[in-house]
Protein backbone atom coordinates (compact mmCIF):
# COMPACT_ATOMS: atom_id res chain seq x y z
CA UNK A 1 0.00 0.00 0.00
CA UNK A 2 2.67 2.62 0.77
CA UNK A 3 4.49 1.88 -2.34
CA UNK A 4 0.83 2.62 -3.92
CA UNK A 5 0.81 5.95 -2.18
CA UNK A 6 3.69 7.07 -3.70
CA UNK A 7 3.09 6.46 -7.21
CA UNK A 8 -0.07 8.26 -6.93
CA UNK A 9 1.61 10.56 -5.39
CA UNK A 10 3.73 10.86 -7.81
CA UNK A 11 1.31 10.64 -10.70
CA UNK A 12 -0.14 13.54 -9.54
CA UNK A 13 2.06 15.82 -9.20
CA UNK A 14 3.53 15.00 -12.77
CA UNK A 15 0.41 15.48 -14.75
CA UNK A 16 0.06 19.05 -12.75
CA UNK A 17 3.80 19.79 -13.63
CA UNK A 18 2.59 18.59 -17.23
CA UNK A 19 -0.05 21.36 -17.44
CA UNK A 20 1.98 23.72 -15.21
CA UNK A 21 4.84 24.18 -17.35
CA UNK A 22 2.90 27.07 -20.00
CA UNK A 23 3.77 30.75 -20.54
CA UNK A 24 5.52 33.56 -18.13
CA UNK A 25 2.85 36.38 -18.44
CA UNK A 26 1.74 38.05 -15.79
CA UNK A 27 -0.45 36.44 -12.79
CA UNK A 28 -3.92 36.54 -11.94
CA UNK A 29 -3.22 36.60 -8.27
CA UNK A 30 -3.51 40.17 -7.63
CA UNK A 31 0.09 41.65 -7.70
CA UNK A 32 1.89 43.28 -5.22
CA UNK A 33 0.58 47.00 -4.63
CA UNK A 34 -1.99 46.60 -6.83
CA UNK A 35 -4.76 47.06 -3.64
CA UNK A 36 -5.37 49.97 -1.30
CA UNK A 37 -3.83 49.07 2.19
CA UNK A 38 -6.85 49.43 3.92
CA UNK A 39 -8.02 47.14 1.33
CA UNK A 40 -4.88 44.65 2.08
CA UNK A 41 -6.17 45.00 5.56
CA UNK A 42 -9.59 44.27 5.81
CA UNK A 43 -9.10 41.17 3.47
CA UNK A 44 -6.32 39.76 5.86
CA UNK A 45 -8.32 40.49 8.53
CA UNK A 46 -11.89 38.41 7.16
CA UNK A 47 -9.02 35.45 6.76
CA UNK A 48 -7.99 35.36 10.53
CA UNK A 49 -11.23 33.35 11.43
CA UNK A 50 -11.22 30.73 8.88
CA UNK A 51 -7.58 30.53 9.23
CA UNK A 52 -8.35 29.33 13.00
CA UNK A 53 -10.62 26.93 12.33
CA UNK A 54 -8.72 25.40 9.34
CA UNK A 55 -5.84 25.00 11.67
CA UNK A 56 -8.00 23.04 14.15
CA UNK A 57 -9.82 21.01 11.42
CA UNK A 58 -6.33 19.91 10.13
CA UNK A 59 -5.35 19.03 13.79
CA UNK A 60 -8.24 16.86 13.96
CA UNK A 61 -8.15 15.00 10.50
CA UNK A 62 -4.41 13.96 10.76
CA UNK A 63 -4.94 13.16 14.66
CA UNK A 64 -7.63 10.62 13.77
CA UNK A 65 -5.95 8.89 11.14
CA UNK A 66 -2.16 9.99 10.57
CA UNK A 67 -1.97 8.15 6.84
CA UNK A 68 -4.18 11.17 5.68
CA UNK A 69 -1.34 13.42 6.07
CA UNK A 70 0.21 12.62 2.74
CA UNK A 71 -3.09 13.02 0.70
CA UNK A 72 -2.91 16.41 2.87
CA UNK A 73 0.33 16.93 1.83
CA UNK A 74 -0.29 16.03 -2.35
CA UNK A 75 -3.33 18.59 -2.17
CA UNK A 76 -0.63 21.32 -1.40
CA UNK A 77 1.36 20.03 -3.80
CA UNK A 78 -1.30 19.68 -6.69
CA UNK A 79 -2.77 23.24 -5.62
CA UNK A 80 1.00 24.61 -5.88
CA UNK A 81 1.96 23.84 -9.31
CA UNK A 82 -2.16 24.72 -10.76
CA UNK A 83 -2.04 27.80 -9.42
CA UNK A 84 0.87 28.45 -10.64
CA UNK A 85 -0.01 28.00 -14.16
CA UNK A 86 -0.05 31.09 -16.06
CA UNK A 87 -1.80 31.02 -19.70
CA UNK A 88 -1.92 34.25 -21.41
CA UNK A 89 -5.20 35.68 -22.11
CA UNK A 90 -6.15 37.87 -25.39
CA UNK A 91 -6.39 41.00 -23.25
CA UNK A 92 -2.95 40.59 -22.42
CA UNK A 93 -3.00 39.63 -18.93
CA UNK A 94 -3.51 35.83 -18.05
CA UNK A 95 -5.43 33.17 -15.71
CA UNK A 96 -5.09 29.76 -14.21
CA UNK A 97 -6.55 26.83 -12.71
CA UNK A 98 -6.82 26.80 -8.75
CA UNK A 99 -6.54 23.49 -7.66
CA UNK A 100 -8.18 24.21 -4.33
CA UNK A 101 -11.52 22.81 -5.02
CA UNK A 102 -10.25 18.91 -5.00
CA UNK A 103 -8.62 19.75 -1.28
CA UNK A 104 -11.77 20.83 -0.15
CA UNK A 105 -13.67 17.94 -1.34
CA UNK A 106 -11.39 16.19 0.62
CA UNK A 107 -10.50 17.77 3.83
CA UNK A 108 -13.65 20.34 3.93
CA UNK A 109 -12.78 24.21 3.00
CA UNK A 110 -11.84 25.72 6.19
CA UNK A 111 -8.64 23.08 6.30
CA UNK A 112 -8.10 24.74 2.81
CA UNK A 113 -7.87 28.04 4.36
CA UNK A 114 -4.33 26.68 5.75
CA UNK A 115 -3.58 24.88 2.69
CA UNK A 116 -4.35 27.92 -0.12
CA UNK A 117 -2.60 30.67 2.50
CA UNK A 118 0.76 28.64 2.31
CA UNK A 119 0.51 27.72 -1.09
CA UNK A 120 0.25 31.71 -1.93
CA UNK A 121 2.87 32.50 0.32
CA UNK A 122 5.29 30.19 -1.42
CA UNK A 123 4.11 31.43 -4.60
CA UNK A 124 4.90 35.56 -3.50
CA UNK A 125 8.03 34.64 -2.44
CA UNK A 126 9.68 32.37 -4.80
CA UNK A 127 8.09 33.00 -8.30
CA UNK A 128 6.84 36.65 -7.52
CA UNK A 129 3.57 35.09 -7.99
CA UNK A 130 1.30 37.51 -6.33
CA UNK A 131 2.49 39.42 -3.58
CA UNK A 132 2.32 39.94 0.07
CA UNK A 133 0.65 43.08 1.15
CA UNK A 134 -2.05 41.20 -1.07
CA UNK A 135 -1.58 37.83 0.55
CA UNK A 136 -5.12 38.08 2.36
CA UNK A 137 -6.84 39.15 -0.92
CA UNK A 138 -5.59 36.58 -2.58
CA UNK A 139 -6.18 33.95 -0.07
CA UNK A 140 -9.73 35.01 0.40
CA UNK A 141 -10.66 34.26 -3.76
CA UNK A 142 -8.59 31.19 -4.27
CA UNK A 143 -8.41 29.24 -0.44
CA UNK A 144 -11.78 30.89 0.90
CA UNK A 145 -14.31 31.45 -1.20
CA UNK A 146 -13.09 28.75 -4.45
CA UNK A 147 -13.16 26.05 -1.59
CA UNK A 148 -16.27 26.75 0.47
CA UNK A 149 -18.26 26.75 -3.34
CA UNK A 150 -16.66 23.25 -4.04
CA UNK A 151 -17.70 22.01 -0.88
CA UNK A 152 -21.54 23.27 -1.47
CA UNK A 153 -21.83 21.96 -4.57
CA UNK A 154 -20.07 18.56 -3.78
CA UNK A 155 -22.56 17.69 -0.76
CA UNK A 156 -25.02 19.21 -3.10
CA UNK A 157 -24.43 16.49 -5.50
CA UNK A 158 -24.12 13.89 -3.60
CA UNK A 159 -27.26 13.94 -1.63
CA UNK A 160 -29.36 14.16 -5.16
CA UNK A 161 -27.42 10.98 -6.08
CA UNK A 162 -25.41 12.57 -8.80
CA UNK A 163 -22.50 10.05 -10.41
CA UNK A 164 -19.44 11.11 -8.30
CA UNK A 165 -17.39 12.10 -11.21
CA UNK A 166 -19.92 14.27 -12.01
CA UNK A 167 -19.80 15.80 -8.19
CA UNK A 168 -15.92 15.95 -8.51
CA UNK A 169 -16.32 18.13 -12.30
CA UNK A 170 -18.84 20.73 -11.25
CA UNK A 171 -17.17 20.94 -7.87
CA UNK A 172 -14.06 21.77 -9.28
CA UNK A 173 -14.84 23.55 -12.43
CA UNK A 174 -17.36 25.83 -10.69
CA UNK A 175 -15.28 26.93 -7.63
CA UNK A 176 -12.30 27.83 -10.14
CA UNK A 177 -14.97 30.22 -11.81
CA UNK A 178 -16.24 31.46 -8.57
CA UNK A 179 -12.72 32.28 -7.59
CA UNK A 180 -12.61 34.71 -10.36
CA UNK A 181 -15.45 36.22 -9.88
CA UNK A 182 -14.56 37.19 -6.37
CA UNK A 183 -11.02 38.51 -7.49
CA UNK A 184 -13.02 40.43 -10.52
CA UNK A 185 -15.48 42.15 -7.67
CA UNK A 186 -12.41 43.21 -5.20
CA UNK A 187 -10.05 44.60 -8.56
CA UNK A 188 -13.19 46.27 -8.66
CA UNK A 189 -13.97 47.28 -5.32
CA UNK A 190 -10.31 48.54 -5.36
CA UNK A 191 -10.46 50.44 -8.57
CA UNK A 192 -14.06 51.68 -9.79
CA UNK A 193 -14.18 53.00 -13.66
CA UNK A 194 -14.53 56.99 -13.98
CA UNK A 195 -17.68 55.83 -15.99
CA UNK A 196 -19.95 53.31 -14.64
CA UNK A 197 -17.98 53.31 -11.22
CA UNK A 198 -17.79 49.49 -9.72
CA UNK A 199 -20.50 47.78 -12.28
CA UNK A 200 -18.52 48.75 -15.07
CA UNK A 201 -15.16 48.08 -13.60
CA UNK A 202 -16.70 44.74 -12.62
CA UNK A 203 -17.88 43.60 -15.98
CA UNK A 204 -14.75 44.82 -17.42
CA UNK A 205 -12.82 42.62 -15.09
CA UNK A 206 -14.46 39.61 -15.51
CA UNK A 207 -14.38 39.65 -19.19
CA UNK A 208 -10.31 39.96 -19.14
CA UNK A 209 -10.61 36.84 -18.38
CA UNK A 210 -13.41 34.64 -19.50
CA UNK A 211 -11.97 33.42 -22.36
CA UNK A 212 -9.27 31.88 -20.98
CA UNK A 213 -11.05 30.75 -17.76
CA UNK A 214 -13.81 29.05 -19.24
CA UNK A 215 -11.57 25.84 -21.28
CA UNK A 216 -9.25 26.17 -17.58
CA UNK A 217 -11.94 25.23 -15.30
CA UNK A 218 -13.26 22.74 -17.96
CA UNK A 219 -9.78 21.36 -17.62
CA UNK A 220 -9.24 21.82 -14.03
CA UNK A 221 -12.52 19.79 -13.09
CA UNK A 222 -11.16 16.64 -15.66
CA UNK A 223 -8.04 16.46 -14.06
CA UNK A 224 -9.77 16.49 -10.41
CA UNK A 225 -11.77 13.47 -11.87
CA UNK A 226 -8.79 12.29 -12.66
CA UNK A 227 -7.03 12.07 -9.37
CA UNK A 228 -10.33 11.23 -7.53
CA UNK A 229 -10.05 8.07 -9.49
CA UNK A 230 -6.37 7.47 -8.79
CA UNK A 231 -6.81 8.08 -4.96
CA UNK A 232 -10.23 5.93 -4.76
CA UNK A 233 -8.16 3.08 -6.21
CA UNK A 234 -4.98 3.00 -4.29
CA UNK A 235 -6.17 4.95 -1.03
CA UNK A 236 -9.33 3.76 -0.15
CA UNK A 237 -8.78 3.27 3.57
CA UNK A 238 -7.64 7.01 3.73
CA UNK A 239 -10.46 8.03 1.46
CA UNK A 240 -13.12 6.68 4.05
CA UNK A 241 -11.13 8.25 7.42
CA UNK A 242 -12.06 11.47 5.49
CA UNK A 243 -15.65 10.10 5.04
CA UNK A 244 -15.31 10.77 1.21
CA UNK A 245 -17.61 8.01 0.29
CA UNK A 246 -20.20 9.41 2.95
CA UNK A 247 -20.69 12.06 0.17
CA UNK A 248 -18.88 14.75 1.96
CA UNK A 249 -15.30 15.58 3.71
CA UNK A 250 -14.99 16.40 7.28
Given at each position: M????RI?F??S??I?????S????????I???FL???H???W???CI??????I???????E????????LV???AY???????KI??????????????????L??PTA??????????FQ?????H??L?????????????G???A???Y????K???P????V?L??S???L?????????L?L???A?I??F?A??V???GIFA??Q??L????GL?AV???KG????AKP???A?R????G??
Amino acid sequence: MKKNKRIIFTVSLAIALIFGSAGTASAMHIMEGFLPLNHCLVWGAVCIPFLIIGISSIRKIVERNRKTLLILVMVGAYAFVLSALKIPSVTGSSSHPTGTGLGAMLFGPTAMCVIGIIVLLFQAILLAHGGLTTLGANTFSMAIAGPFVAYGIYVVCNKLHAPKAVAVFLAASISNLFTYCVTAFQLALAHPAEIGGFRASFVEFLGIFAVTQMPLAIIEGLLAVIVIKGLEAYAKPELTALRYFEGGAI
